[in-house]
């Protein structure tokens, strides 16, 4: 048997308490919303507690402005479908709601927007501003003096989301594309979770419920879908990368490819003026290579030192079967070191013939400027 949804009245007077499908409903929600409120701290405290840069700070209030309204709209919703009275009381309950959920969206926006991953010049945030304003125009009119419908309200607030699901579409791709190794793994699963989250939440409203026909039973899938997706976002939130992982290309100052001998076959300036700035010639390099060259010889065949520190530089290493990769960068993250592995696997099958006999022109390595760019951009 389908449930049908009886529109005019708010769930909590059409079922009895003890009906076995409302417990359900209660319960699922009623953790969603717990859950709501831990992401929210976890990304609240991040952001008071990271000092990363300034960039990942607004990215972690962003998420964290969305979660903790979600929760808010989430409980608010609980209140107005199981324990309204009537069917205007529901409605004024909702609106409240989508304004709860409509702020955080705001917040989010304008924090995303601010990193800077993503050139959009705050088109976003004047665009979604402009429809906030519009639906707080709309519930001061529906609420007290009932010029505009509930329902209309209610069709309006779920529209002016797609700039919200537009802006979401490209920020993910993007930070997908910024992180490399295990990251984009862990990356993957939280943007999973994520339309889980999304798409569940749009399967629990009216519009869902009448539209696909099924009743109340698409409410328990969006449910369920919701719970999970924020699940997953919780499990993987703790595995995914700080800011500086996403913002490695930044960090990058020189690659050095060191021949067996210490003699520097292939040299890449990342930052010029930075390095000149900084004073990290080649020379200074790689009189640090050779002082400490005595020290590295066996170790580094090991592969037990990976990353040494140079003044306020890091020299993270890479050994090959025939050559050692040094990048000299600002900091070391998993992303980098994934990436310097990948150079140095590539460089030594590209170049396996030539580097078992090469006879000292530097030249023939010219064609690894396209393996650079390849990896590192």
């Known amino acids: 048997m389908i449930l049908e949804f009886p529109y005019t009245l708010p769930l909590g007077l059409q079922w009895p308490n003890i009906d076995p499908l409302r417990i359900v409903l209660l319960l699922i929600e009623v953790a969603c919303v717990i859950f709501g409120i831990h992401l929210a701290f976890k990304f609240f405290k991040n952001y008071r507690t990271m000092h990363d840069s300034l960039r990942g700070s607004r990215m972690h209030a962003a998420w964290g402005w969305l979660f903790f309204t979600y929760a808010i709209t989430t409980l608010i919703y609980i209140i107005g479908d199981y324990y309204a009275l009537d069917s205007t009381t529901r409605y004024g309950l909702l609106e409240f709601g989508y304004l709860s959920l409509a702020t955080g969206a705001l917040f989010y926006i304008y924090n995303i927007e601010g ?69 984009k793994l862990y990356s993957t699963l939280m943007i999973i979770g994520l339309f889980m989250f999304v798409f569940g939440f749009m399967g629990a409203t009216d519009f869902a419920i009448k539209g696909l026909g099924i009743g109340l039973y698409i409410r328990v899938i969006g449910d369920i879908m919701q719970i999970t997706g924020i699940g997953m976002m919780g499990m993987f939130f703790s595995m995914l990368p700080s800011w500086r992982e996403i913002d490695w290309r930044a960090a990058l100052k020189t690659l050095f490819v060191i021949y067996k001998g210490g003699i520097c076959i292939y040299q890449q300036d990342f930052q010029k003026e930075a390095k000149e700035s900084d004073g990290m010639s080649s020379m200074m390099v790689g009189g640090a290579l050779e002082m400490v060259k005595s020290v590295l010889q066996q170790v580094l065949q090991a592969g037990s030192l990976k990353v040494l520190d140079f003044k306020d530089k890091k020299l993270l290493l890479e050994q090959g079967e025939q050559v050692l990769v040094v990048m000299i960068a600002d900091t070391e993250t998993d992303s980098l070191r994934f990436l310097l592995h990948e150079f140095v696997f590539k460089f030594e099958r590209f170049y396996y013939d030539v580097l078992k006999d090469w006879q000292g022109d530097s030249s023939t390595f010219e064609p690894t400027k396209a393996l650079v760019k390849e990896l590192f951009g």
């Open 115 to 183: 990193v800077g991953i993503i050139k959009t010049r705050h088109a976003f945030t004047i665009i979604f501003s402009a429809l906030y304003a519009i639906l707080v125009i709309m519930v001061v009119l529906s609420v007290p003096v009932h010029i505009v419908e509930g329902s209309l309200v209610q069709y309006f607030a779920i529209s002016f989301w797609i700039p919200m699901i537009i802006l979401f579409f490209i920020y993910t791709a993007k930070i997908n594309k910024l992180i490399q190794g295990k990251m």
